[in-house]
């Protein structure tokens, strides 16, 4: 990286101590985070099922698309509304936050109104009309690297959103675009680390999208995990065969389960700890 | 590509002809197009005295920045509303028409009362909301290719906007991103070919965002000509090294002026023709 | 590029005039050159027949694989021997100079024999012993660019040969490894305008190797002579249908032949010319 | 990864049960494997007191360069027969396993007489006569990954020497060629579970050369841990500041020692065990 440092709020040598805020009982940043849920909210009996499931794990964050960014316009873009009022009471039941993606200001109103953290999506990176009006809100922003965006240029968008005023920022590594072809993207574990020394800002990492390959979600979760990372994002799903959108890339319910034990245990060894430890072992049991 | 095709009304197969559709005077996608101008209106003096040696030359597109989209939030962002205001005033004093960029929905009404065609960039090649809605104006937008979008993705890009009714779209090449250090981008001549294949939309190329080198705009631009493109844009200033912004970029305005004549000549050979030609001769025997 | 310049003797800063040389009565680095034929030598009547078409059309050089590398050990991997010496034959019927593929130490002392240019692949760009063994023979080196390196490793790749005293080499071009899939490569034109700035070394383009497409040879080839490529290095199959390897990106030879005068014209316009020029024009008369 | 396998010996399909082979006391495959030594053999002192520091920790395999492929042929090219006879007297009486690089056919003799296992560099991934011949000899090969290849090119690689009927190979992915310019390469942790699915053969990941930074090289050995491999190499100079290359991506002697030892407790939980465990907590107790 090149030696000038061209953000500044945004960098460790501004504010040396890592940034944690507080979110439905976990302290981000400092304790491990664990977002989980579909790529889409769909319907009723699937979001509320799924809610159930991970609230049994003692997972506090749910994830879940409303407004969906397809490369296609005659792909299906998402229950809208509809599916942020599902997700809302789906987690109000549960007892989960709401973590869901914002793609225009416009919709600001609504998404504050329904999710606790609003999400920039890789494609919105850099729409910095978007990332001003996010640093005048007083929700957290989980911001996702754009797929072929340096490290240098996602922390220059995470300098917008604070900015504005917000500094509860959550960076998420999410795959970056290469020549290889055996994945849908390459999760660059390497980009934590880097981050990590670079800035305060809490990061987690996004084996689903990073990957796009249901089998390589667990190796990659550790690997995530083990260089540093503050969390994950992973896509889970009742019925993944017939999701209607990335079930390719989403986990079966018991699959995400039995993840979850030896996650705990390596996180142990790094000092650090997931909420859901203590509860997977009686479930484990059954 | 993948034999299937995600895409519709941007495709050749649905629409063998190209499209074609006049503004000032010019037939794009039949006639080349020329645009020129500085990367942003700095103030009533540069914008004037660029747009009118351009008019000069027969130059019937005006280029120029009012909202900006830069990679830092502390660098200089566009003079805006006054600096649409500024370049529509010199365009319509010197008979020219603007291209612009657009950033965001609510500037869309500001937008069309000042410019004519409205360009999409890289950044924002996958702001879906924003496609949408310059899918229902009336006029002209210029797509640019995001820096590390493929093809396919672009034409979908193109699909939003075709799908809600306009079809009035310019395609724009303008540099992908690869591992190459020693250009800003590597401008993707074999864009054109491929697009012109696949898409009935004119496409053009942007031979000054695409290397980010002045020595290169001009052997890039007649490479771009030579495979096919319908015409190109370019980055011109009458002072560069005091440019706000993409100085090193710029062509100096003699050096502009003296690309135009090869170019012609280059342009006569594959049976197209740039409408400056004839203008050109008598300045260069000043 | 980094300000530092790791080569010398490449290098145009220590010799600013172009370097030329004369191979079957073409001045290389002056004279614009086309080389062509097949992907590989498969029998005598498929080379000899190829062979006698290029030369009636005055194309001096004969491009042909006879020790091929390929990505898998068990596809066809050339005639070797046989093949080198049926090009030769063929060549020297028909008046053309043999352009081949040299791949390892042991194998110089035979392609020397057989071929007048010896060819580095872009498997073996960076394979230095190979690179040193040629700097001390007395034939040219065609240097094909790796598909990811950078410019400057091409030229540092240059200046191992030109370190042990030979200075007949003939960079080329031939695609870079990129995320786009519509291509088989990205043909970087604009590596042409680079290296004839950094370097005096006559550069070419392989737009057969450089696309994997049939349909963009032809585009692509103008593109490189329009941005100051020194010559072209061509696939052309009399049967690509049923060539054993590289069918699909191989012309045809009626459509080589009508590519011939455009291109002609074109290179008339920058002041430069092809030697089959006054060849085509009574043939297409026929 | 399209559906078509176009390698065979190399793949699970053909042998599923993982490929194990036993070098120095350690069952490659089975039991972690560390590999730690300089870039290169710079002197006598300098290779006596790293092999001396690495075997006090039980570490079993020595890395260092005597023929070094650089990008320049004016740098430091390595101490070539010299360092060769170092390296193995060192770790003779060290007790050490010599792992170190082939870069050509007509070295092989030497270096299966002086080495244990014979690493094939990143720049070298696709020479294939080097490879075939590796595919004749009784010593293991460890088999970068090429910068810029795809996993189904290094399989295949790797199915040119196990097609020779050598099938002794230790697969090492050692950072990819992207965009990102904040580190030298970016490690590519996701090769390591596509490898592990694709192929029976033994994967290690190399952190040092993998991201340029020592810094880095801590937690991307542990992410590689995590995510399956079989094992690391690892750059460690007692003098990393002097060291005649690669001295910013070396650990200093400290450093590597006090990886250990988290390094063997995320093993244990994943059931792997390193064997220098038992050593390093006496030396850090003095």
Redesign the interface.
Known sequence: ??KRV???LVSRSWKPEPTTFTVNGVEIGKELMMIAGPCAVENEEQIFTITEFLSKLNIKFLRGGAYK??????SFQGLKSEGLKLMRRAADKFGMAVVTEI????KIDELVQYADILQVGT??M?????L?ALGKINKPVLLKRG??N????WL?AA??IL?GGNSKIILCERG????????RN?????A???AK?LSHLPIIIDPSQ??GAR??II??S???????ADGLIIEVHNQPEEALSDGDQSLYLDQFQEMLD?LS??AN??NKSFDFQAVVSPIENN
Do not use: C, W
């Open positions: 990286m090149s061209p953000y500044q960014p397809r490369t296609s316009p005659y793609m225009s200001i416009d494609r919105n850099q729409n910095y009309p978007l001003r797929m072929s340096t490290i240098e240029e220059l300098e917008y900015s970056i675009r290469t020549f290889e072809t055996a994945t390459t999760l660059d574990i390497s934590v680390p880097i020394s990073g990957t089998d390589m190796p990659m550790r690997a995530g995990i083990a260089a540093g030896p245990k390596m060894v790094l």
